[in-house]
DNA sequence: TAGAGCAACTTGTACAAACAAGCGAGACCT
DNA sequence: AGGTCTCGCTTGTTTGTACAAGTTGCTCTA
């Protein structure tokens, strides 16, 4: 592990157990340097690290500031479901209801960067969080990832986890796009609830480390059970608003 | 402006503009150095930028890739409406509704760093996109700031800027929540919706420069009208996904 | 007493150098 | 032909130095 990893590390800690409260000053990085017996660019780069968690605010001259205290999630954790549900105390449940391949629409063809008709992978998942329907999955992968996923077990609880273990496959970037729907007659039975009630729906796309598309996704949470949650700042940004359609 | 932010805008806009395709590799650091006639630790900031908007891919030892091509929105592009409708090409219209003082409830009172029951200034807008109404904002003003606010346009474009104008108030700082609720009796009123319809509600604190709250608010857009996007990676993460209640 | 201005402190930017670590392609071997 | 190995390339980490720029509190003055 990194120096600035590890120093970045006993700051998150500190704020996440209470040392330095929210609105608390952050020491100098002189200190920080002294105390860690590091130099003072890798204690900056420890700190930027908080900083695009959106844990520390930071400007030029004044000191920096604890804005929050709670631990961020990993890509993993954000991006499979299983862990995820797992690292945040519940247990997560799955299971694969239909699974065929077909030719990709044009828009799933741009999402993956392959030529529209070329045949992909649908799969529709039912997510449980300890016990309770949750989350619909629509997930497309792209044909060369297909035969991989059509191995797994229907029941499989973590679909990343085990295509890392099968294949090596490791996701590595992904986009989201966060929106409200009604459910529809197919959502409404699978989670329960009435037709046209609101769901969450992220629409998200998945690349490999080489930046290759493996899966798009649409998946529509049952409202009250899931919140996404965004820090930013004048200094580091990541969420954006779009227009519809 | 400095440097590293001249080369990362150089870089972006080739990006843009389409010089590097989706995919492609970008030239090596040393050669960007070169080329800007930089030092390499400049350069890797200037990347560094690119990186953390989600538009660049890198890895150890590999050649860095373009993931995306779109520009990303500045903080106060996504903190105020009028801006981030500005920047898209739409006209953002808005109404002040009902705007009255109040003790703060105590959930209120966490958000604002207060004590619970401590008088803040409660605003119900409504904000048009194009003539359309698509947002209903009940935002809560800590009390220092309530006076700045109650002597705004009620028709008044842009708040965020009227604020910076009138006292050089900056918001610096925000936290979002996102989430799918429901329509309430008001909200289907004031959107033109039915009752029980979706609305996509974002729930955001936001604070000054120096970390001091400023004010909270619930912001519920009608289904369709707007979307949220972030890019994330194992490098990058910003978004947290968060079980509900 | 209120405001201007200074001085110490703190973070931001830039350069240079050296080594570590991962990737990829071509050479080599079986 | 197919797999392995090595070597050069590229990015990642760390240290040190110097100066720029913004903040904050104190002092001095009107």
């Not at 930071?58 to 000191?63: E, F, L, N, P, Y």
């Not at 997510?127 to 029941?155: C, F, H, M, N, Q």
């Not at 294949?167 to 009435?194: C, N, P, Q, S, W």
Request: hydrophobic share 40%.
């Amino acid at each position: 592990m990194a120096r600035y990893e590890h120093i970045a590390g006993e700051l998150r800690d500190a704020i996440v157990r209470g040392d330095y409260q929210i609105g608390a000053q952050l020491p100098t990085e002189a200190e920080l340097a002294s105390r860690f017996n590091a130099a003072r660019g890798t204690v900056r780069q420890a700190v930027a690290v908080l900083v695009s968690e959106g844990l520390v605010g930071t400007r030029q001259g004044a000191r920096r500031i604890v804005l929050g205290s709670e631990r961020s999630q990993s890509f993993a954790e954000l991006h499979s479901f299983a862990q995820w549900a797992r690292s945040v105390g519940h247990r997560a449940g799955g299971l694969v209801l239909d699974s065929r391949r077909r030719p990709s629409t044009s828009s799933e063809a741009v999402r993956l960067a392959i030529t529209p008709g070329e045949e992909v992978l649908a799969v529709l998942r039912l997510r449980r969080l300890d016990g309770e329907p949750v989350l619909v999955e629509r997930t497309v992968y792209a044909s060369w990832i297909a035969p991989a996923v059509e191995k797994l077990d229907p029941a499989c609880e973590s679909v990343t986890q085990e295509l890392y273990e099968t294949v090596g496959l490791v996701f590595a970037y992904g986009e989201h796009l966060i929106d409200a729907v009604a459910a529809g007659a197919e959502d409404a039975r699978l989670l329960g609830v009435r037709r046209g009630s609101p769901l969450l729906r992220q629409r998200r796309t998945t690349t490999s480390q080489e930046g290759r598309p493996v899966e798009c996704s649409d998946d529509r949470y049952r409202a009250g059970s899931v919140t996404f949650s965004i820090r930013n700042s004048t200094t580091a940004n990541s969420l954006v608003r779009r227009a519809g359609d």
